[in-house]
């Protein structure tokens, strides 16, 4: 059973910094693109960043220059690298992985940025 599980998310004041990761497990394939989405309530869920099996990157524009997405193939893990952060960042992020042709959403993982 694939499982996609993140990490790292917490309290922050506004221009720190935190990691998010995904890892994906109970399978032999690799994640071949990852996703991190951010929803606040009452919101539709944003598209973070993205990163394909080759590496290449995208990020919407509020996150740019701040935020770096990367991937570890050998443990089968993506992350996100928050810098500077804003308290309207805060939102609950979610992974997104898809692995053999198939989606996977993890449940969620707090970031609150506030003094």
């Known amino acids: 059973q694939v499982q996609v599980v993140e990490s790292g998310g917490g309290l922050v004041q506004p221009g720190g910094s935190l990691r998010l990761s995904c890892a994906a497990s109970?399978?032999?394939?690799?994640?071949?693109?990852g996703r991190w989405y951010r929803q606040v309530p009452g919101k539709q869920r944003e598209l973070v960043a993205t990163?394909?099996?080759?590496?290449?990157?995208n990020y919407v524009d509020s996150v740019k220059g701040r935020f770096t997405i990367s991937r570890d193939n050998a443990k089968n893990t993506v992350y996100l690298q928050m810098n500077s952060l804003k308290p309207e960042d805060t939102a609950v992020y979610y992974c997104?992985?898809?692995?053999?042709?198939?989606?996977?959403w993890g449940r969620g993982t707090q970031v609150t940025v506030s003094s």
């Open positions: 997104y992985a898809f692995i053999a042709s198939r989606d996977y």
């Open positions: 109970g399978t032999m394939s690799s994640i071949y693109v």
């Open positions: 990163i394909t099996s080759g590496g290449s990157t």
